[in-house]
């Protein structure tokens, strides 16, 4: 006969019950935090901005239509740069121009199309900003999109996560990379992930051809993205341009928007409660 599982032992003072109970308890303290957070947030009027200025420089970020790329556009727009929006849409990219326009007062903002999943976009986006841009400031890759449910191989037989997140990125920055040292001081920003640590790396099956799974499929496009920023920013010593990758914490930014299941509940869950960014 099986135990009763509300008397089941798990040490010498929890049984199963006691476990389903803390549980419950820790999830919605944890729901009920998330939530005065978010309603602080929401009610929050005071605003703090960089007050440096960054008038005349030209600044070319990824993924710029949503999420971390257009709060970073918005931010330095303030600071009176000229903002190009690389951007898949341009649809939204237009309208997330407009909107940083209209709440920022600058009206240098470009938008660009630029689909990092393929590199002929990527050669024909830089290529542009080659004959069109006098300078090139700053680059933040941001663009990303979460390991995508199924296993998709792009034009260039690369698994689509890794091209769109790491590959992309990697051949825009080196066609950029000359524009970049004539403009010197500049700087290279790649935005990564602390999914790096569970990235699983196997150079002998980088497109995950024997076992696929999304969140692996994230996390080494994540590790991918800092090995990439360790290895250049070597090769660019005394050459005027930094590069550097960070983690931003969690935000909100719509990265799940497009997943569905049990687990994507939750992720969508968490970071709408605790995420930094609503959109």
């Keep these: 006969m099986a135990p009763d599982n509300e008397h089941v032992q798990l040490g010498d003072n929890w049984n199963y019950s006691e476990m389903k109970q803390c549980v419950i308890w ?3 303290g944890a729901i009920t935090v998330g939530i005065i957070i978010k309603i602080y947030d929401w009610f929050k009027t005071e605003k703090s901005y960089s007050s440096e200025t960054m008038k005349g420089k030209t600044v070319i970020i990824t993924g710029a239509n949503s999420g971390i790329g257009k709060e970073t556009a918005r931010e330095l727009a303030r600071c009176n740069a000229k903002i190009i929006l690389a951007c898949r849409s341009i649809k939204r990219g237009t309208e997330a121009a407009n909107e940083i326009v209209a709440t920022t007062g600058n009206s240098n903002i470009v938008v660009k199309l630029l689909d990092l999943s393929s590199i002929k976009s990527v050669q024909t ?11 090139l400031d700053v680059l933040i890759n941001n663009a990303g999109i979460a390991g995508s449910s ?3 191989l792009t034009e260039e037989g690369i698994e689509l996560t890794l091209a769109s997140n790491y590959f992309g990125h990697y051949v825009l920055t080196l066609l950029l990379l000359d524009l970049l040292k004539r403009s010197a ?11 790096y640590k569970w990235a699983k790396i196997d150079l002998e099956d980088l497109n995950l051809l024997k076992n696929y799974r999304p969140s692996i499929a994230y996390a080494n496009s994540k590790l991918a993205n800092i090995l990439f920023t360790i290895e250049l920013s ?5 050459t005027g341009v930094t590069v550097n990758s960070l983690h931003p914490g969690l935000v909100n930014t719509g990265i799940m928007r497009n997943k569905n299941g049990l687990m994507a509940m939750i992720f969508k869950m968490i970071f709408f409660l605790f995420g930094k960014i609503k959109n």
């Design 234 to 238: 070597k090769r660019l010593e005394e």
């Design 26 to 28: 820790l999830t919605t």
């Design 125 to 135: 986006f830089a290529r542009k900003i080659i004959e069109t841009e006098e300078r």
């Design 150 to 152: 199924e296993h998709v």
């Design 185 to 195: 001081p500049s700087r290279i920003i790649n935005v990564s992930s602390l999914m």
